[in-house]
């Protein structure tokens, strides 16, 4: 069973910087892949940044070019640099993992979340 321990969250102005990290233990961090979704009051969750055991990385269109998401393979842990954020940014942020299992599908697991509020 996968632990997380999120940190990183927090009030800030709209224009800010906040820096999520995502701490993991009870897998095999070199081939987990990890992200992170956000959910606001009401809403689905959404994507926001994945990246894979290799490295190669992905977003959100509507956090491109803002948020830098970067893994340390010898801490366990992945970070969610979010820079010129925006009031839209608040929201509960979810770090997740997956595990490759072939031929199973792969698991996913979730942390607790950790909240960022953007005031305008």
């Known amino acids: 069973q996968v632990q997380f321990v999120e940190s990183g969250g927090g009030l800030v102005e709209a224009g800010g910087s906040l820096k999520l990290a995502c701490t993991v233990s009870?897998?095999?961090?070199?081939?987990?892949?990890m992200g992170w979704y956000r959910q606001t009051t009401g809403e689905q969750r959404e994507f926001v940044a994945h990246?894979?055991?290799?490295?190669?990385?992905h977003y959100a269109d509507s956090v491109k070019g803002r948020f830098t998401i970067s893994r340390d393979d010898a801490k366990n842990t992945a970070y969610l640099q979010m820079n010129n954020l925006k009031p839209e940014d608040t929201g509960v942020y979810f770090c997740?993992?997956?595990?490759?299992?072939?031929?199973?599908?792969?698991?996913?697991?979730w942390g607790q979340g950790t909240t960022v509020t953007v005031s305008s």
């Open positions: 997740y993992t997956d595990v490759p299992r072939p031929p199973l599908p792969t698991q996913r697991s």
């Open positions: 009870g897998s095999t961090f070199s081939i987990t892949h």
């Open positions: 990246i894979a055991h290799t490295g190669s990385s």
